[in-house]
């Protein structure tokens, strides 16, 4: 049994509908659905009636509705009641961060944040964008960073979660360079020679940015993906051997770009410029606040209404 599915099966209960509360859920609609059957393998019994629509529950499911609800209740009392003797963890702030962002943004930002607050405990916990959302919206964080784009929104209601902008961030293809400066690979490549790309795993967010660069080029680039992976840091590690090409963030390079191992390998055709937020529960639907969470917070707010367009570079 996996809590995740009683959460899952909840939210199928108020929707009635998969498609629906797999957004919510921020999952695929393929995965939400293993999960209700894995629920359903446990229990022994159908639960879900899929043959109605809108999507409805089974008498056993109306039944096992009711308990499902009693138990992430008393769940839940039981994790209000631990934290609540974790005295020693009020006075630390826990980010989720995606690996890109934790890698390259995290800790100078946090830096300039301690110039202000002096000594600052923290716990960073680093995720895929996916993993660290769900932090956010299951109570195991107190604040989330992560990239932003109009194309690539994060499904968080704005009802219920509230965001600040950190600044912006270049999204970029980068290649080694050869002995003469230039890039070993260059967009947009040809037909017979199309260029090697590293790419990110299906699915990814990187990836996705990636995909809307690509549509949306004035030259279609011609493109042979080599390799994939889920984090910026293993493409661009591949990027520095001279395996390929990738799509980097502009803060990771920022030290192989000064001492030129790596170089721009597009024009400006090919980036995208994305944003750093930073999002938190709204003080009416979070079941507590940390005080030196909420000092943070009051902070940046400020910063923000006075330094419009601040990007990530320093």
């Not at 299951?138 to 960073?145: A, F, S, T």
């Not at 600044?167 to 400066?181: F, I, K, S, T, V």
């Not at 795993?201 to 011609?222: D, N």
């Not at 944003?275 to 940390?290: M, T």
Request: proline share 6%.
């Amino acid at each position: 049994m996996d809590t995740k599915w009683l959460e899952d099966f909840v939210s199928l209960a108020e929707t009635h509908s998969f498609s629906r509360s797999a957004q919510l859920r921020h999952v695929t609609q393929p995965a939400f659905s293993r999960r209700i059957q894995a629920l359903e393998a446990w229990a022994g019994i159908d639960l879900v009636d899929r043959s109605s629509y809108p999507t409805r529950l089974t008498p056993a499911g109306e039944t096992f509705h009711a308990q499902a609800l009693e138990i992430l209740d008393a769940l839940q009392a039981t994790r209000n009641m631990m934290r609540s003797h974790q005295v020693a963890g009020q006075d630390t702030i826990e980010f989720a961060v995606p690996h890109t962002l934790a890698f390259t943004f995290f800790p100078h930002w946090l830096m300039d944040l301690r110039q202000h607050f002096g000594h600052l405990k923290s716990r960073l916990i680093g995720l895929n964008v996916h993993d660290a959302v769900l932090r956010l919206t299951e109570g195991g964080c107190d604040l989330l960073i992560a990239y932003h784009h109009i194309t690539q929104p994060l499904q968080l209601s704005s009802d219920r979660y509230e965001m600040l902008s950190l600044g912006h961030e270049l999204l970029a293809p980068y290649a080694r360079a050869d002995g003469e400066g230039q890039p070993l690979f260059r967009l947009p490549g040809t037909p017979r020679q199309p260029v090697p790309l590293l790419s990110y795993a299906s699915g990814a967010y990187m990836a996705r940015l990636v995909e809307q660069i690509i549509k949306h080029a004035t030259v279609q680039p011609h493109l042979d993906p080599i390799y994939e992976t889920d984090m910026a840091e293993g493409l661009k590690a591949m990027a520095l051997e001279g395996h390929g090409l990738a799509f980097l963030p502009a803060s990771s390079v920022r030290k192989e770009l000064r001492a030129g191992r790596l170089v721009p390998a597009g024009n400006s055709d090919y980036e995208l410029t994305m944003e750093v937020r930073i999002y938190r529960e709204r003080a009416q639907f979070a079941r507590h606040i940390k005080p030196v969470a909420q000092e943070v917070w009051d902070f940046l707010r400020e910063r923000q209404r006075g330094t419009h367009g601040e990007g990530v570079e320093p």
